[in-house]
């Protein structure tokens, strides 16, 4: 269901995954004890940014080198886990939007990795990560008309040539959005850094956890 393009494992070896599938969901606000377990974390998380900001962290320094090596301006164009970070550091919190947004986000903050949640009900099959060929169709999260991704940007594409996301892991489409009605989703958590293998695993373990414990009717593989 997920994969990457010979291509981009060619030029990023370096890259790890985490993916978990989870069938049954219910979406919508975010309940209390997650909703106070996330904000935990993102006070945990503030007092560690006020001594390192997030380009100095291992993780997001490497998605940096990885949007400038196919074109993406590192500092125009941010990885989701540092825009996340960074809104943390300057704002002092991250407002809640939904249960799934929510579990992914704390999971992100806490590794400063990015995670992505993608309602598959929006897409066609299997998502591959590779190298646009500025054919594919882009919609962005409030827009009507989609948009063709740049040739030479990583891309999350469908069997339909549709992109999930663009700039590898800078923003999801309107499709892939989870929404209240969202009831399958595929999470996805990625590394480059050194250490990525590890931190993945921990992140995907986490998120699993979560998942069980906060949707305990839902079906988590």
């Given at each position: 269901m997920f994969r990457y393009d010979r291509a981009v494992l060619d030029r990023y070896p370096g890259v790890h995954a985490g993916t978990v599938l989870a069938s049954g969901l219910t979406n919508g606000p975010t309940p209390p004890a997650l909703l106070q377990r996330y904000r935990a974390v993102q006070r945990e998380v503030a007092g560690r940014l006020a001594t390192t900001p997030p380009a100095g962290l291992p993780s997001i320094a490497a998605w940096r080198r990885a949007f400038a090596g196919f074109g993406?301006?590192?500092?125009?164009?941010?990885?989701?886990?540092?825009?996340?970070?960074?809104?943390?550091?300057?704002?002092?919190?991250?407002?809640?939007?939904?249960a799934l947004v929510d579990l992914g986000n704390l999971v992100s903050i806490r590794y400063a990795l990015p995670v992505a949640v993608v309602d598959l009900a929006g897409i066609d099959e299997d998502i591959t990560v590779r190298f646009a060929t500025g054919n594919e169709r882009f919609t962005d999260l409030g827009a009507e008309q989609p948009v063709a991704p740049e040739p030479g940007e990583v891309v999350f594409v469908d069997r339909a040539e549709v992109a999930c996301a663009r700039r590898w892991c800078w923003r999801q489409s309107a499709q892939s959005a989870t929404r209240e009605t969202t009831t399958d989703a595929l999470v996805v958590v990625e590394g480059l850094h050194d250490g990525a293998a590890r931190d993945v695993a921990a992140a995907r373990q986490e998120i699993v956890a979560l998942l069980r414990e906060f949707q305990p009717a839902a079906t988590v593989d």
């Open positions: 993406a301006k590192p500092t125009q164009y941010r990885s989701a886990a540092e825009a996340l970070l960074r809104r943390l550091a300057k704002q002092g919190d991250i407002p809640s939007i939904n």
